[in-house]
């Protein structure tokens, strides 16, 4: 299996070097706060354990050394701002003009205006240059799994990317090949006729505010509360244990990462 996150070039900036989890010490590793769930999902498509991990990642575009000539600490008194793409006024202001007024604009200002988000920019942490900010988590990082029998998948989140959080995954199986772009279409190639299936999953068209992640919060909450309101456990797909077991081999990827090891799991 391969599979990618593209947090998206400017979402990245947004969240992992002006926003709540660019530092360790205030939030986690970025490979925790913004991957654990992909990790989850490979392993569940997996029908064995994962018993070996290794990754590699750095910090290495988002620092003072990167920082353009003639750059000002905010973008707002910047000379160069025009052509820096993560600038702070193409981020928000120009969304807030645009008639734009819910994330990522409402997370800098509760009530989004001009005017509002000017002043946010002007004095808030999001007006910051990228290069002068206190982030320290990575921006690119692999993961490298090994499952038993043999069977082996490598994830990748890298924060430059047109797409935001828009996953891709191939899976390579020994009859065929599953491509999904990770929104609309999936196709499935067969070795043997040589031919293409694709599907495309039907949008549901839901009306309701838990509307994220593909409405995926909606059903995430259905399901929740309907096995609860049935006593019937056997509706919700993944347990706790399986989440906790995902999460051990995402903190087993960062000591990897940082000890630079392939680290064992004990199941």
Not at 11 to 17: E, T
Not at 177 to 193: M, N, S
Not at 256 to 261: D, H, I, K, P, V
């Amino acid at each position: 299996m391969q599979h990618l996150e593209p947090v998206g070039y400017w979402h990245f900036a947004h969240s992992f070097v002006r926003g709540n989890w660019r530092r360790l010490d205030q939030s986690s590793f970025t490979l925790l706060a913004k991957s654990c769930h992909d990790i989850d999902w490979m392993m569940w498509m997996m029908p064995t354990k994962c018993t070996k991990v290794s990754s590699f990642g750095s910090l290495r575009h988002f620092i003072k050394e990167n920082k353009p000539k003639g750059a000002a600490s905010r973008c707002m008194d910047c000379a160069v701002e025009r052509d820096c793409a993560y600038s702070a006024k193409k981020v928000y202001l120009e969304a807030v003009k645009k008639g734009v007024t819910k994330w990522p604009v409402a997370v800098i200002t509760e009530n989004p205006t001009e005017e509002t988000v000017t002043e946010a920019l002007k004095t808030g942490p999001y007006g910051r240059c990228v290069y002068e900010c206190d982030n320290d988590v990575v921006d690119n990082q692999v993961v490298s799994m090994f499952f038993e029998g043999g069977r082996t998948a490598s994830f990748s989140m890298i924060a430059f990317t047109e797409d935001i959080c828009v996953r891709k995954t191939r899976i390579f199986g020994t009859k065929g090949e599953l491509v999904a772009d990770g929104e609309h279409i999936i196709k499935i190639f067969d070795f043997v006729t040589q031919q293409t299936t694709v599907y495309e999953p039907e949008d549901p068209n839901l009306v309701t505010t838990l509307n994220g992640h593909g409405n995926a919060d909606y059903y995430l909450m259905r399901t929740f509360v309907d096995a609860v309101a049935s006593n019937d456990p056997s509706k919700i797909l993944s347990s706790a244990r399986e989440t906790l077991l995902s999460h051990l081999v995402v903190f087993a990827a960062e000591k990897a990462r940082l000890e630079s090891q392939v680290k064992d799991l004990s199941w």
